[in-house]
């Protein structure tokens, strides 16, 4: 898809985040909105059809990766902490609202003036160290991870391939297993 541009661009958020240590626990939170709006595509305008650019010339429109509301949170705890082997767990939450998407042909929904359905996805990480696992001081920790990303495997769309500019479907990554050990030297 080639680029464009809008004549007038306004972008507006506001986010809140908080965060907690204690000891081998550490938990956070993030919560924001925004609001991205535009008018008057001025350029590639050969993408378009005239009636959302006649459309678009005077009316703000929601921008297509306009989403209004995002969230994000996790937790870690860290057991076997001031041992020689530590096991660090942790588990996150990812939640947006939904992109911006076009109404049904036909209908009076302005360009962008609908959202795809919310999703929230769950990832799972865990890293075991092994302090001086070789028994010689030079070579440092070693460390063993697993990290599964959408551990429930929820299917979930970004875009729909509708809207101003999208031009093809977009889903999140299905469930996602790594692995992977490293040496510090």
Do not use: C
């Amino acid at each position: 898809m080639s680029g464009f541009n809008y004549r007038r661009g306004q972008v507006n958020g506001y986010e809140v985040s908080t965060s907690y240590d204690l000891g081998a626990l550490s938990l956070y939170g993030n919560f924001s909105w925004s609001r991205a709006i535009g008018k008057d595509i001025t350029s590639a305008q050969f993408n378009f059809g005239d009636d959302d650019l006649n459309y678009i010339k005077n009316r703000w429109v929601h921008l297509d990766h306009d989403q209004r509301w995002t969230a994000s949170a996790g937790a870690s705890y860290t057991f076997f902490q001031k041992g020689w082997h530590p096991l660090r767990v942790s588990g996150t939450m990812i939640y947006g609202s939904g992109l911006r998407k076009d109404g049904p042909d036909g209908s009076d929904i302005p360009p962008n003036g609908l959202s795809v359905p919310q999703y929230a996805t769950f990832n799972f990480s865990a890293v075991q160290t092994f302090k001086n696992l070789f028994g010689h001081s030079f070579l440092g920790d070693t460390q063993i991870r697993l990290d599964v990303t959408n551990l429930f495997d929820r299917t979930y769309m970004l875009r729909d391939g509708s809207g101003i500019g999208v031009g093809a479907p977009q889903y999140g990554l299905r469930r996602t297993i790594l692995t992977g050990i490293s040496q510090n030297f």
